[in-house]
């Protein structure tokens, strides 16, 4: 689906090729919208690693705005602090960037 989207494990090295992908619905190119897709990767021992994420279509009008991040990849233990507002580099034309999170560093995997 994308040349973006890449997995590799440390025992069976690049699982790029065996990337899968659901969709919730069809996404519509000519309508702005938001469309979750869940990607999922399954190494040799039968590990599997999801991702769910957002496929944004916007209005061709919309110029949008620049975010950047200072991570793109953040690992926690249970139990640590967690304060999304800290991985932000950037925000909008305003300054202005409002985040939410429902991150739950007490259990794993939330």
Do not use: C, H
């Amino acid at each position: 689906m994308s040349s973006k989207i890449t997995a590799d494990s440390v025992l069976d090295g690049d699982l790029t090729s065996n990337i899968k992908y659901s969709l919730e619905k069809t996404v519509n190119t000519q309508a702005a919208g938001e469309y979750p897709i869940e990607f999922r990767v399954m190494d040799r021992g039968g590990n599997t690693v999801y991702l769910k994420t957002q496929i944004s279509i916007s209005d061709k009008s919309y110029a949008g705005i620049d975010v950047k991040l200072k991570d793109y990849l953040i690992y926690l233990s249970v139990g640590d602090a967690f304060d999304p507002n800290a991985y932000f580099d950037s925000a909008d034309k305003e300054g202005e960037l409002t985040v939410q999170s429902n991150v739950n560093t007490a259990k794993a995997g939330s």
